[in-house]
């Protein structure tokens, strides 16, 4: 479906556009015309993209941290957190929609790990590496979205108690 | 501030997306690229701007940031047949700052006043209640359409308002307006020379940023 643009859309495409294109001299001219400080702008544009490069390292740690988890130690995270070993391996796949997870099971999840939790995050968001989807056929990789199921309900799926799913759901 | 996207509409038959390596490869590419760094900051404050309630949480370059994160965590697939790793990384900010706004509007309050709910007429008598029923609108679509409204008032209906009936700068929002959106559409409406249309550009791009910099929280 095509969705008309509103004259305010078009103005922001026109101004990007200028951004991204307009030559040189004209755009050097117009961050001077607005008094920009130059050396602030680009230490801040260093900062964005050597943070989300350092972030991406750290995500990537978090997720082969989950994904290279053994037998054993998938049953020691289980038993530590209370919950069964499938709720693991769903976690293992990235099959949980994240912000249907506490705060306190995502924290305890990620000291589990050796992680932060922002990284764990991060890492649950994207899809899960290839290697543990191997089993899956290329059009249903449970990376999408669309396909995750909240916490809850995975917790009920693996036959968990009312008792336990309120703990795990609520506790810090 | 990360929040669940699911981007699997934007995928179209056909599509080829980049490897990891390739994200990593055009990643580092623009961090030796000063000039294309500045402008994609630029970029970042112009979409930053468009959201009232965003802009209360976070700065430009956090905007900037998350997005280089969702597409090198492969939260947002980059279909490269289609489009360029600058293109895609506007597109990614542009999503995040409507999601993010959207998001932060419904957690918004749902603080209705008394006036509100029983308006009265030039008569001072209260609407009658087919009127006040008819009303369909739910909480979160009356935000979002207030804060369009508002962003429509302060950004094309001031900007043009600056500059009269035949000024350069006018007639260039005016083709805006009229549909235009990209550079080129808009120099091939006009028909201007190239030095007189840039300097026009400039000027607006000068009044745009201080609307941006004045409707700041």
């Given at each position: 479906?095509?969705?008309k643009?509103?004259?305010?859309?078009?103005?922001?495409?026109?101004e990007?556009?200028?951004?991204?294109?307009?030559?040189q001299?004209?755009?050097?001219?117009y961050?001077a015309e607005?008094?920009?400080?130059?050396?602030?702008?680009?230490?801040?544009?260093?900062?964005?993209?050597?943070?989300?490069l350092?972030?991406?390292?750290k995500?990537?740690i978090?997720?082969e941290?989950?994904?290279?988890?053994?037998?054993?130690?998938?049953?020691?995270?289980?038993?530590?957190?209370?919950?069964?070993r499938?709720?693991?391996?769903?976690?293992?796949?990235h099959?949980?929609?994240?912000?249907?997870?506490?705060?306190?099971?995502?924290?305890?999840?990620a000291?589990?790990?050796?992680?932060?939790?922002?990284?764990?995050?991060?890492?649950l968001l994207?899809p899960?590496?290839?290697?543990?989807?191997?089993?899956?056929?290329?059009?249903?990789?449970?990376?999408?979205?669309?396909?995750?199921?909240?916490f809850?309900?995975?917790?009920?799926?693996?036959n968990?108690?009312?008792?336990?799913?309120?703990?795990?759901?609520h506790?810090? | 501030?990360?929040i669940?996207?699911?981007?699997?509409e934007s995928?179209?038959?056909?599509?080829v997306?980049?490897?990891?390596d390739?994200?990593?490869?055009?990643?580092?590419?623009?961090?030796?690229?000063?000039?294309?760094?500045?402008?994609?900051l630029?970029?970042?404050?112009?979409?930053?701007?468009?959201?009232k309630?965003?802009?209360?949480?976070?700065?430009?370059?956090?905007?900037?940031?998350?997005a280089?994160?969702?597409?090198l965590?492969?939260?947002?697939?980059?279909?490269?047949?289609?489009?360029?790793?600058?293109?895609?990384?506007?597109?990614?900010?542009?999503?995040?700052?409507?999601?993010?706004?959207?998001?932060?509007?419904?957690k918004?309050?749902?603080?209705?006043m008394?006036?509100?709910?029983?308006?009265?007429?030039?008569d001072?008598?209260?609407?009658?209640?087919?009127?006040?029923?008819?009303?369909r609108?739910?909480?979160?679509?009356?935000?979002?359409?207030?804060?369009?409204?508002?962003l429509?008032?302060?950004?094309?209906?001031?900007?043009?308002?600056?500059?009269?009936?035949?000024d350069?700068?006018?007639l260039?929002?005016?083709?805006?307006?009229d549909?235009?959106?990209?550079?080129?559409?808009?120099?091939?409406?006009?028909?201007?020379?190239?030095?007189?249309y840039?300097?026009?550009?400039?000027?607006?791009?000068?009044?745009?940023?201080?609307?941006?910099?004045?409707?700041?929280?």
């Open positions: 479906m095509i969705v643009k509103t004259s305010d859309e078009r103005l922001l495409d026109a990007l556009d200028f951004i991204m294109n307009a030559p001299e004209h755009f050097d001219a961050l607005t008094g920009t400080d130059i050396a602030q702008m680009d230490r801040k544009a260093m900062l964005a993209f050597d943070g989300a350092k972030n991406h390292q995500t990537n978090a997720s941290a989950l994904a290279n988890l053994t037998v054993a130690q998938q049953k020691a995270v289980a038993t530590n957190l209370g919950i069964r499938q709720v693991v391996t769903a976690f293992r796949e099959r949980v929609n994240v912000s249907s997870i506490s705060n306190g099971f995502l924290r305890r999840l000291n589990e790990l050796g992680q932060t939790t922002d990284a764990l995050v991060r890492a994207g899960a590496p290839a290697a543990l989807m191997g089993s899956y056929k290329s059009d249903e990789k449970p990376d999408s979205t669309s396909m995750r199921v909240t809850e309900q995975l917790l009920k799926e693996a968990m108690s009312e008792e336990e799913i309120g703990r795990l759901l506790g810090d | 501030m990360l669940e996207e699911n981007d699997e995928v179209l038959p056909g599509d997306f980049a490897s990891k390739e994200i990593v490869t055009a990643v580092e590419h623009i961090c030796g690229d000063t000039n294309i760094k500045r402008r994609l630029k970029v970042a404050e112009f979409i930053w701007a468009k959201s309630l965003v802009k209360r949480e976070c700065q430009p370059e956090d905007i900037l940031q998350e280089i994160e969702a597409i965590d492969k939260r947002r697939k980059w279909p490269k047949n289609r489009v360029d790793f600058n293109g895609l990384l506007i597109g990614v900010m542009r999503s995040m700052v409507s999601s993010r706004g959207k998001t932060l509007a419904k918004s309050p749902d603080i209705t008394e006036h509100e709910l029983h308006p009265l007429g030039e001072q008598e209260p609407l009658n209640l087919e009127e006040v029923a008819a009303d609108e739910t909480t979160e679509s009356r935000i979002l359409r207030k804060e369009q409204e508002g429509e008032e302060s950004l094309m209906a001031i900007l043009r308002a600056k500059y009269g009936a035949t350069i700068h006018g260039i929002l005016d083709k805006v307006r549909g235009c959106s990209s550079q080129a559409e808009i120099r091939e409406a006009l028909g201007i020379a190239d030095s007189v840039w300097n026009a550009w400039k000027a607006v791009m000068r009044a745009a940023d201080k609307i941006n910099s004045n409707t700041k929280e």
